[in-house]
């Protein structure tokens, strides 16, 4: 089987989030097979949520849509670094292998902060790849933040 990025996907849920008036992070669940299982934006603002970043979304619905409280075996590709909370998520839902876009210096926990997947009380780690599209992920976040600021 060849690999087939799923990032363009993250992305496109990404740019919808910005559109929303949210931070463009966007997610995407895939099964070992390539069949997307679930989708998903930042939806902080409109939920009233502050755990409601992308990741948290796509891993809530794909669990859902499956009726199963992991993803053993499932692929997670995120647009940007995920966070300490989104990674210490994916460690409880056993996601096999993540994927992300740019690195995330500020908040971002896999590869700095408290690179929770390294923790020893961390019971199950992904397989991880960074960098995917990781410049349009980065131009995303960075138009957003300097729109707010400009308006
Ligand atoms: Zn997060």
Redesign the pocket.
């Known amino acids: 089987m060849t690999f087939r990025t799923h990032m363009d996907a993250a992305l496109q849920e990404a740019k919808s989030a910005a559109s929303r008036g949210e931070v463009p992070v966007g997610a995407v669940v895939v099964s070992a097979s390539g069949d997307v299982i679930a989708t998903a934006g930042n939806r902080t603002r409109e939920l009233n949520d502050p755990t409601a970043?992308a990741?948290?979304l796509a891993i809530r619905a794909a669990c859902d849509v499956l009726g199963q409280e992991r993803l053993t075996g499932y692929d997670l590709y995120v647009t940007l670094e995920?966070?300490p909370?989104?990674a210490a998520a994916i460690s409880n839902a056993r996601i096999a292998r993540l994927y992300y876009g740019a690195s995330d210096p500020k908040s971002g926990g896999v590869a700095q902060g408290p690179a929770v997947f390294t923790h020893p009380q961390c019971h199950h780690a992904p397989e991880v790849y960074e960098g995917l599209s990781a410049q349009a992920s980065e131009t995303l976040i960075k138009t957003f933040f300097a729109q707010k600021r400009g308006g």
């Open positions: 970043h990741e948290i995920p966070c909370m989104c």
